[in-house]
């Protein structure tokens, strides 16, 4: 009987303990519930200055917007708008800076207006390759330059994508030499475009959803966009037959974030490194696609559409190279900051260029078979 008793009293003990956990288990599980319901969703807004789902841009901004909402577990939320959804293509910078939107997908030669020093973050005229400009960025001070550039604007800039090099454009006439450059009007925005001035071109800024109307009327005799992958899904082809290269005026154009530093700064510190690395993922989907996709629709629009394929005279080529160099010095001289972010820039290309003359030029002609 005692052994009963003792028995019981054990068994008693035992259910007692269970209780105590199960008591300590439920109200853990409350207090991670509770938790939980204490992480808010950050909404921000993205614009850009492309249509909407277009090829290689439109849709790099998509992704960039999933992947940071992915990476996030969706606690940094993005939509996108497309060109003209909220704001016009080419007032990006003004949203962003003002905080319409916390965040922008464009590139920086729209917005010489605000600085003309943003121009060398887009692209420079014979100027760096993607490889040699993200290698600026990155270990040759080109970001800190950029973020200095863009602080008073109260934006943060972010590298997210490259096009590598460019085609020189598409004409609805054969260019022959410097002169038939006269008088020729082309869409042609950042330095480019005031290179072409000084050859006596006349030259139009015009956002891409306005080129292909505009080159279809006779608004503009030419028009320089990206390269076969985004040119073929405008349909420029229909507009215009002479499609030249080389793009002398962007040899690797940069696609940028543009966030609101306000809003980047208000994220907690795990998320400021997911858009970062966001960033820095998107930079290099972009250049790797367009390295994929370029060749089979040129290949397109040379046989299936009759485009005449055609290599810009070597001495109108070396004309514009030395209205380049003046063109960037005068850009320079003008404005401390273009002064600073051009030396830096300049400096830099002459050393990268040494080492490429006996790596990627020397490597590239000895695989050549013509």
């Known amino acids: 009987m005692r052994n009963l008793m003792v028995l019981g009293k054990l068994a008693f003990a035992g259910l007692f303990a269970l209780s105590l956990v199960a008591c300590g288990g439920s109200e853990k599980a409350e207090e991670t519930a509770k938790v939980e319901k204490k992480v808010e969703t950050i909404h921000w807004k993205m614009v850009t200055t492309w249509p909407k789902n277009f090829p290689g841009l439109g849709t790099s901004a998509e992704e960039l917007a999933k992947n940071i909402t992915k990476m996030s577990n969706g606690r940094l939320d993005i939509k996108v708008y497309a060109a003209g959804e909220l704001v016009p293509a080419l007032e990006v910078f003004d949203a962003v800076s003002r905080g319409t939107a916390e965040m922008g997908h464009s590139t920086a030669y729209y917005w010489k207006g605000k600085a003309p020093a943003v121009q060398f973050f887009s692209s420079v005229p014979f100027g760096m390759t993607a490889q040699e400009f993200n290698a600026w960025l990155e270990y040759g001070g080109g970001l800190k330059l950029w973020e200095e550039v863009y602080a008073p604007f109260n934006i943060i800039p972010m590298a997210v994508g490259n096009t590598g090099a ?17 008088g020729l009007k082309m869409r042609m925005p ?3 475009g005031e290179v072409l001035k000084k050859v006596g071109a006349v030259t139009v800024n015009l956002p891409g959803s306005e080129i292909f109307t505009a080159l279809q009327t006779g608004t503009i005799d030419a028009t320089e966009w990206v390269g076969p992958y985004n040119d073929l899904a405008f349909g420029l082809y229909k507009a215009a037959k002479y499609y030249y290269y080389p793009g002398w005026q962007e040899p690797g154009s940069a696609v940028e974030a543009l966030i609101n530093k306000d809003a980047f700064n208000a994220l907690p510190a795990d998320l400021q490194d997911i858009v970062r690395s966001a960033a820095q993922q998107a930079n290099l989907n972009m250049l790797s696609e367009f390295t994929a996709r370029n060749d089979a629709a040129l290949t397109t629009l040379v046989n299936d559409h009759n485009v005449i394929l055609k290599k810009f005279p070597k001495d109108l080529l070396e004309a514009l190279r030395v ?7 005068e850009v320079a001289a003008n404005d401390p900051m273009s002064q600073k972010v051009y030396d830096s820039f300049s400096g830099f290309l002459n050393s990268v260029s040494q080492w490429h003359d006996i790596s990627e030029r020397a490597f590239i002609n000895a695989r050549a078979t013509d």
Not at 170 to 176: A, S, V
């Open 323 to 329: 209205a380049s160099d003046e063109t960037l010095k």
């Open 166 to 182: 460019q085609m020189g454009g598409w004409f609805n006439k054969e260019i022959n030499s410097l002169a038939d450059f006269q």
């Open 190 to 192: 950042g330095l480019g």
